[in-house]
């Protein structure tokens, strides 16, 4: 592949600031959305357009030609979301929503903040290839922040803390190596397809030969396993020492190895980075565990929204730290997966959390003579439904995409058409999927 297209594919990364911005909007949209369509009482045909405009929609731009004035972004976002609670105070009590269907058990704000992440993560997929993406975004070669080094993290935290381990559920070896077994085969499938079509894949991400799919196959795996030995509300410790031996590692001599030119001459030197960040992702596989664990058990209710609160708080000021602290001494590096990286993940995966409980108990309040509103979008619930499924579509789309087009010389007005489409035909399927209560489990 060409040099040029090396030299596209660069980043160096933005700061931690502006890539944490860049999730606000589309906290505040999730709200902006559900209370119009409360307010609205939208049917069904067209609740889905809604969501598409106020979610969907925001998401691509905010990403791509919004991205410099996202501060404004956000204050507008702010003032709407708002200007809607009120609204929402004023209206009389109404009949229970046409659309929102069967009382979901899940809690809304972890549908929501894990939806958020997913689609994100999945416009990002495509994106990147269009010039109409900031370069900065991408993901960066060795240390830094970006969009898109955060979402690798933040796509394992949020798929993990709506486990099943999450519930101290002890799967049996048989079970969990059946259940990573559609991982294998994604992870060949795109092996086979990458190396046959001669797709362009950075070499700096995974390795030669290695896939995202492979790495969420051996994180799932051994994490289920390490699972397996204690109650789920050990895992913490279980994934600090996991993270700590990690890093005694990458500072005794994977660093080095991983960061240097030397020749790929063999399978785990042509594959270093993909199987050297195994032990990473696996704590913060295992964290998010033990986190999903402790969302489930007790932020419930509106008696507990002190303990909820307080809980939150007491996270995220030792996450931050730790991951300042690291950060300072370390470098923060999505390629190493290293502690800095991981404290990062786990902070801003808690922030977003946490601004979404917020929302939700301001949507509490903003419809408290109305308990008949919609806590999670529609098209989030179908996601969520089939997360595994979103993402591989997702690459499958982008696959085609650039095998039908050099996305490189496509104009902005062009890309922010097709990524549009892209995210809109991928919500219409999901959609679709859920409406016919399929699901794919892995386990």
Same mark, same amino acid.
């Given at each position: 592949?060409?040099?040029?297209? !090396?030299?596209?594919?660069?980043?160096?990364?933005?700061?931690?600031?502006?890539?944490?911005?860049?999730?606000?909007?589309?906290?505040?949209?999730?709200? &902006?959305?559900?209370?119009?369509?409360?307010?609205?009482?939208?049917?069904?045909?067209?609740?889905f357009a809604l969501e598409f405009i106020t979610l969907l929609?925001?998401?691509?731009?905010?990403?791509?030609?919004?991205?410099?004035?996202?501060?404004?972004?956000?204050?507008?976002?702010?003032?709407?979301?708002?200007?809607?609670?009120?609204?929402?105070?004023?209206?009389?009590?109404?009949?229970?929503?046409?659309?929102?269907? &069967?009382?979901?058990?899940?809690?809304?704000?972890?549908?929501?903040?894990?939806?958020?992440?997913?689609?994100?993560?999945?416009?990002?997929?495509?994106?990147?290839?269009?010039?109409?993406?900031?370069?900065?975004?991408?993901?960066?070669?060795?240390?830094?922040?970006?969009?898109?080094?955060?979402?690798?993290?933040?796509?394992?935290?949020?798929?993990? &803390?709506?486990?099943p381990e999450c519930l101290n559920r002890k799967d049996s070896?048989?079970?969990?190596?059946?259940?990573?077994?559609p991982l294998m085969i994604l992870g060949l499938l795109r092996?086979?397809?990458?190396?046959?079509?001669?797709? $362009?894949?950075?070499?700096?991400?995974?390795?030669?030969?290695?896939?995202?799919?492979?790495?969420?196959?051996?994180?799932?795996? &051994?994490?289920?396993?390490?699972?397996?030995?204690? $109650?789920?509300?050990?895992?913490?410790?279980?994934?600090?020492?996991?993270?700590?031996?990690?890093?005694?590692?990458?500072?005794?001599?994977?660093?080095?190895?991983?960061?240097? !030119?030397?020749?790929?001459?063999?399978?785990?030197?042509?594959?270093?980075?993909?199987?050297?960040?195994?032990?990473?992702?696996?704590?913060?596989?295992?964290?998010?565990?033990?986190?999903?664990?402790?969302?489930?058990?007790?932020?419930?209710?509106?008696?507990?929204?002190?303990?909820?609160?307080?809980?939150?708080?007491? $996270?995220?000021?030792?996450?931050?730290?730790?991951?300042?602290?690291?950060?300072?001494?370390?470098?923060?590096?999505?390629?190493?997966?290293?502690?800095?990286?991981? %404290?990062?993940?786990?902070?801003?995966?808690?922030?977003?959390?946490?601004?979404?409980?917020?929302?939700?108990?301001?949507?509490?309040?903003?419809?408290?003579?109305?308990?008949?509103?919609?806590?999670?979008?529609?098209?989030?619930?179908?996601?969520?439904?089939?997360?595994?499924? %979103?993402?591989?579509?997702?690459?499958?789309?982008?696959?085609?995409?650039?095998?039908?087009? !050099?996305?490189?010389?496509?104009?902005?007005?062009?890309?922010?058409?097709?990524?549009?489409?892209?995210?809109?035909?991928?919500?219409?399927?999901?959609?679709?999927?859920?409406?016919?209560?399929?699901?794919?489990?892995?386990?």
């Amino acid at each position: 592949m060409s040099q040029d297209l !090396n030299d596209f594919m660069k980043s160096e990364g933005t700061t931690s600031i502006e890539t944490l911005s860049l999730i606000i909007p589309s906290i505040l949209g999730v709200y &902006i959305s559900t209370t119009s369509a409360t307010i609205l009482q939208s049917e069904k045909k067209w609740q889905f357009a809604l969501e598409f405009i106020t979610l969907l929609l925001p998401m691509v731009l905010t990403i791509t030609i919004l991205s410099s004035y996202i501060y404004a972004v956000i204050t507008i976002s702010f003032i709407l979301c708002l200007s809607l609670f009120y609204l929402a105070q004023q209206q009389p009590p109404q009949a229970v929503h046409k659309f929102e269907g &069967i009382e979901d058990k899940r809690i809304p704000f972890i549908t929501n903040a894990r939806a958020t992440i997913n689609i994100l993560s999945v416009i990002a997929i495509l994106a990147v290839d269009f010039p109409v993406f900031p370069r900065r975004f991408a993901k960066t070669s060795t240390y830094g922040f970006s969009l898109m080094d955060l979402g690798v993290g933040l796509y394992i935290f949020a798929n993990s &803390i709506v486990s099943p381990e999450c519930l101290n559920r002890k799967d049996s070896i048989a079970k969990i190596v059946k259940s990573c077994i559609p991982l294998m085969i994604l992870g060949l499938l795109r092996l086979v397809f990458t190396k046959s079509l001669d797709y $362009h894949v950075p070499v700096s991400e995974y390795g030669v030969h290695w896939n995202f799919f492979f790495t969420l196959l051996l994180t799932k795996c &051994i994490s289920s396993l390490t699972v397996r030995t204690a $109650h789920v509300k050990h895992m913490r410790t279980f994934s600090i020492i996991i993270l700590i031996s990690h890093e005694l590692l990458l500072q005794f001599f994977l660093q080095d190895i991983v960061m240097g !030119n030397e020749p790929r001459t063999n399978f785990f030197l042509a594959n270093k980075e993909g199987i050297s960040s195994i032990l990473g992702y696996v704590s913060l596989y295992i964290y998010a565990v033990y986190y999903g664990h402790i969302l489930n058990e007790e932020v419930y209710g509106f008696t507990k929204v002190y303990a909820n609160i307080k809980m939150f708080i007491s $996270h995220l000021i030792i996450t931050g730290t730790l991951a300042f602290i690291c950060n300072m001494k370390l470098g923060t590096s999505r390629r190493l997966i290293n502690s800095s990286y991981c %404290f990062w993940v786990v902070f801003v995966g808690i922030l977003a959390a946490f601004l979404f409980y917020l929302g939700e108990l301001l949507q509490r309040f903003a419809f408290a003579k109305n308990k008949n509103y919609i806590k999670s979008p529609y098209i989030y619930k179908a996601i969520n439904s089939n997360a595994l499924i %979103f993402f591989l579509l997702g690459n499958i789309f982008t696959g085609t995409i650039n095998f039908v087009c !050099n996305a490189r010389d496509v104009s902005d007005p062009l890309a922010l058409f097709i990524l549009v489409m892209y995210i809109f035909i991928l919500a219409l399927i999901m959609c679709g999927l859920h409406e016919k209560k399929f699901k794919l489990k892995l386990s």
